[in-house]
């Protein structure tokens, strides 16, 4: 077996062992329900005051023939607590029994929920992956964003109310950071959250992620890849001065952009926008908005009959990756990265990057023109760099051998997966297949397809007009358990179909 085949066939393995099992998007699962249960314990997220429940009692009381002048004034003093969005409801309505059933709508519009976001949305978390949630405090059908204090506040509140259940532990309040979030560990195997408030360009960025996989699977493969190899070299944690996982996701969206024939395009071509600025307003029309624009640009990029297509394989992908990289110190001091325009870019020509705080710059193509690797000090620059360079050179030589090749790219306790696979296996067949026979039973990889597929089985999304409609992409929102990634059954590819001048991502047809 030749050195590219052995490498292929063990990335094939090691894939195997860390996507995620069935059990794994179980617990996952679980862990949102319980907090739904925890947040709905905690008296600061209940919207509802004493001012909201007077009004409540009073439109109990109202007369069916309420005159319609003092209905109105009934209608300011409540639109001071419930929003702009029920005036002309109120003032257009005259019976007790609506105004009533109008209050009830905005009280279940403003609950606090539970939100995933993150890899578990973007379908590109690892059996050991952490789970992000993001808290909702919700104004009305309008898109909030509460002040740092306010979400410093309600996370104390959380992290006692997790305290009191007795079920997680390990709770660590991270108040002064960017984005203020707690983070905990369960009781049960010791799987990692991180929790936030009102964190809705993070659930937008995950569903980016998603929808750049629908483009390529080998998007997913790699992602998975090497984040299983930068923890194993620790060189996967912010707090340390090295890359999160978000960069890392990023690093390889830009290599497969810029790779030849690229397999990705410049993200400006799927969203042209600055995803941040136009996260403003009624939250169903702003999503909607964003998602329409991707389903149009990403099914006209995959549908140019002119691209040359790249067969590479993921090993090779992998190889040209670490290449790409391993003199990452020396160009960062001149060029950053920008998975938006998918090219590298002079820092001291952009205006927008100056002034050069940052050891390495790679933007954030959804938030620009932030920096998702701030958190990377100079000295951990040239260690993630040499990192590169020596996985590089390990992975060409001539002498490797399946073990040398898992011992350089895996943690300890996913050799150890590896090994008891093969321990359960026949000896006689060669270790690649071994490994495959053993785990693709155990082990769920789910295509985009099928996630977005459960996604909009579990979650239903109030739009304006109190209409209810499905959203058939990777929504995290009001999230119901009704499902499993378990009984998904493969769906075809997705594409944009106009109904009534809006286009919808649809199953695509047989014909």
């Known amino acids: 077996m030749n050195a590219n085949n052995l490498l292929e066939l ?7 062992v860390i996507n995620p099992s069935r059990d794994d998007w179980s617990i996952r699962f679980r862990i949102i329900e319980e907090l739904r249960d925890v947040i709905q314990s905690i008296e600061s997220l209940r919207v509802l005051d004493v001012r909201v429940q007077q009004l409540r009692d009073r439109c109990m009381q109202v007369k069916i023939d309420f005159e319609i002048g003092r209905l109105q004034a009934e209608a300011k003093e409540l639109v001071a607590v419930a929003g702009a969005e029920l005036h002309s409801d109120l003032c257009n309505r005259d019976t007790a029994t609506t105004r009533t059933t109008l209050v009830r709508e905005w009280e279940s519009q403003n609950c606090a929920t539970v939100e995933p976001y993150g890899s578990f949305v973007s379908n590109l978390f690892t059996r050991w992956g952490d ?3 993001s808290i909702e405090i919700a104004n009305g059908s309008y898109i909030s964003i509460p002040g740092k204090k306010l979400k410093q506040s309600l996370l104390r509140d959380v992290q006692r109310a997790l305290r009191r259940r007795g079920r997680f532990h ?12 707690l983070k905990f560990q369960t009781n049960w195997l010791n799987l990692s959250c991180d929790v936030s408030i009102n964190n809705l360009i993070g659930q937008m960025k995950s569903k980016m992620l998603f929808w750049i996989n629908e483009i390529d699977g080998r998007f997913r493969d790699m992602v998975l890849l090497v984040k299983e190899w930068a923890k194993a070299h620790d060189i996967n944690d912010s707090t340390s001065g090295t890359l999160n996982s978000y960069s890392l996701s990023l690093l390889i969206i830009f290599h497969l952009q810029t790779c030849v024939p690229a397999i990705l395009p410049p993200l400006k071509e799927i969203y042209p926008g600055n995803m941040i600025h136009d996260l403003t307003g009624v939250r169903a029309v702003a999503e909607k908005h964003i998602e329409e624009v991707c389903a149009v640009n990403i099914n006209r990029f995959r549908a140019q009959r002119s691209r040359v297509i790249n067969r590479s394989s993921v090993s090779q992908l992998f190889l040209s990756f670490l290449a790409k990289y391993s003199d990452i110190s020396l160009t960062a001091s001149e060029q950053g990265i920008s998975p938006h325009s998918g090219r590298w870019e002079d820092i001291e020509g952009n205006m927008t990057w100056l002034p050069r705080t940052y050891a390495l710059f790679v933007e954030d193509p959804f938030e620009q023109p932030v920096n998702t690797a701030r958190s990377v000090s100079s000295r951990q620059l040239t260690n993630i760099s040499e990192t ?7 992975l060409i030589s001539a002498n490797q051998t399946q073990t040398s090749i898992i011992a350089t790219l895996v943690r300890e306790e996913v050799s150890r997966s590896l090994a008891r696979a093969l321990q359960v296996s ?23 397809a099928q996630v977005q597929h459960q996604f909009q089985n579990l979650r239903t999304e109030r739009h304006p ?6 959203r058939p992409l990777p929504a995290a929102h009001d999230m119901r358990m009704n499902g499993h990634p378990n009984n998904v059954t493969p769906i075809r590819p997705l594409q944009a179909v106009h109904s009534q001048g809006q286009q919808i991502w649809r199953p695509r047809s047989d014909s």
């Open 10 to 16: 063990t990335l094939r393995d090691i894939l195997n």
């Open 131 to 133: 789970l992000d949630i």
């Open 170 to 181: 390990n709770l660590l309040l991270v108040a002064n950071a960017r984005v203020p979030v």
């Open 388 to 394: 590169f360079r020596r996985t590089h050179n390990m």
């Open 426 to 448: 026949n000896p006689n067949v060669p270790v690649g297949d071994s490994f495959r026979t053993r785990l693709q039973v155990n082990s769920v990889a789910h295509s985009p």
């Open 465 to 470: 007009n109190n209409v209810t409609t499905n």
